[in-house]
């Protein structure tokens, strides 16, 4: 059993983000995490080391294991920097807790995520796209299809789905915007307080007035066992926002590049499409646009991948590299919607993703709609020459220029 002390062949380990030379490849440092005889570690942005999970095994299990810790207030959690640790009276929502506290809170909104109720959401979600393709569709014949489609989309479902009424959606929409694209630390810290006001105000209405949405409802169930209080639930719909709108968003934005940039493959869809839920499922996979989300501390010393972790000690789940390991997934760098095996895209255990469904859905509607209404759409510019999130909490594009 090796520990951090004993590993020799990586003197200094390698830092977290690692850079990608190739839109669609594994960054190479990943590979070799993942090919080294035993677990390894790497250096996050805030100068501290976290132990590597890489292999789907590992990944797995890891995420399986109760002896692993959520709550980012442990001392160890591998925060990417220091400053990220939330301040006490910031409600870490369901993604911050351990059971038994995280399996009641999660019973209190799993109805809403479930593939039933997701189902019941489905037309909305067809109009709220509809409406962004007949946007496109009047304007301009050149767009950056992220700014005009991937990111408001999501957004407006989201807005469906916690209750914003329409007269506030513009001034969400913007304020979203501004703490996704903040230019310094600053500018998101403010969009970030005018956020947690707004749904701070938007609970207290729902508590006065309950309505028939998310944290309507929750707020009308307020004081039964499980159900969030006013905080929670104010955490709650702020967590909802950053969990669901970037990460579709940028789904959306990948999965249009590779499309256009894939004709044959596109042209197989649009002519069956059966084949669409198989082929978001495999472009979750091979993007796998989650980096950073499935990070923990050790409660207890664990034995995983040849290594002894020791209690207190980060541990991150690379689901990126565990979904492009040939021992699980055959010739894990092609695009195959084929694919039998399912992938961690959406992690696993406890914290797996509630709103997977959603997230399906979205980008089934999302992706369908545009290639049929818009045939004719293509790339604006090279995929070589577009820009990608490097260094984000989710892999995606900065901007997608495309012309029709
Ligand atoms: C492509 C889209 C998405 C991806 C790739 C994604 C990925 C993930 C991953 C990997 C986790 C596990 C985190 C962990 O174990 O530490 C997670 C958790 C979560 N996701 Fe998603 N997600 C997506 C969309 C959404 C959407 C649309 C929503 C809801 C509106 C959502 C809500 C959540 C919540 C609430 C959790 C925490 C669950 C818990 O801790 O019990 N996600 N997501």
Redesign the pocket.
């Known amino acids: 059993m090796a520990d951090a002390a004993d590993i020799t062949e990586h003197p200094e380990p390698p830092s977290y983000p690692m850079p990608r030379t190739c839109p669609y490849a594994l960054p190479e440092g990943y590979r070799q995490l993942r090919d080294r005889p035993t677990l390894g570690k790497i250096r996050l942005p805030s100068g501290k080391l976290a132990w590597a999970t890489t292999r789907y095994e590992d990944v797995k299990a890891m ?1 399986g294991d109760d002896r692993f810790s ?1 709550d980012l207030r442990r001392p160890g959690y591998p925060l990417m920097m220091d400053h990220q640790a939330p301040p006490p009276e910031f409600s870490t929502s ?2 911050g ?1 351990d059971p038994p506290e ?1 399996t009641a809170a ?1 019973r209190a909104v799993a109805a809403d ?1 479930t593939p039933r109720s997701i189902d019941r959401l489905r037309p909305r979600i067809q109009e709220i796209t509809d409406e962004y393709v007949d946007r496109l569709l009047a304007g301009p014949r050149t767009v950056d299809l992220i700014d005009a489609f991937a990111n408001p989309v ?1 957004l407006l479902v ?1 807005c469906e ?1 916690i209750g914003v009424p329409f007269a506030d959606r513009a001034f969400f929409l913007e304020t979203s915007f501004t703490l996704m694209n903040a230019a310094t630390p600053e500018a998101g810290a403010r969009a970030t307080a005018d956020l947690m006001g707004y749904m701070d105000k938007l609970v207290t209405d729902k508590e006065r007035v309950p309505t028939d949405d998310l944290i309507g409802r929750l707020a009308a169930r307020r004081g039964e066992p499980g159900v969030p209080d006013h905080r929670d639930l104010v955490g709650m719909a702020f ?2 926002l950053m ?2 709108h970037e ?2 968003a ?2 959306i934005g990948l999965g249009a590049m590779l499309l256009l940039d894939r004709p044959v493959l596109r042209k197989s869809l649009l002519a069956d499409p059966s084949r669409w839920p198989a082929a978001v499922d495999e472009l ?1 996979r091979y993007f796998t ?2 980096e950073i ?3 923990r501390v050790a409660l207890e010393d664990v034995e995983l991948g040849g290594v002894r972790i020791a209690a207190g000690e980060g541990v991150l789940g690379l ?1 990126v590299g565990a979904n492009r390991d040939a021992r699980r997934f055959p010739d894990p760098d092609t695009f195959d919607i084929d694919r039998a095996e399912r992938s961690l ?3 696993f ?8 469904h ?2 399906r859905t ?2 089934e509607v999302t992706l369908t709609t545009l290639f049929e209404r818009v045939p004719e759409l293509r790339l604006a510019e090279s995929v070589e020459a577009l820009r990608f999130k490097e260094q984000h909490v989710n892999y995606g594009l900065h901007a997608l220029p495309v012309t029709w």
Do not use: K
């Open positions: 995420l959520s369901l993604v807790m995280h999660r995520f999501p989201i789905l967590m909802l969990a669901g990460t579709i940028n789904v979750l646009i989650a989300a499935n990070s689901t895209a959406f992690g255990g406890a914290h797996q993703c509630l709103g997977q959603l997230a979205e980008l």
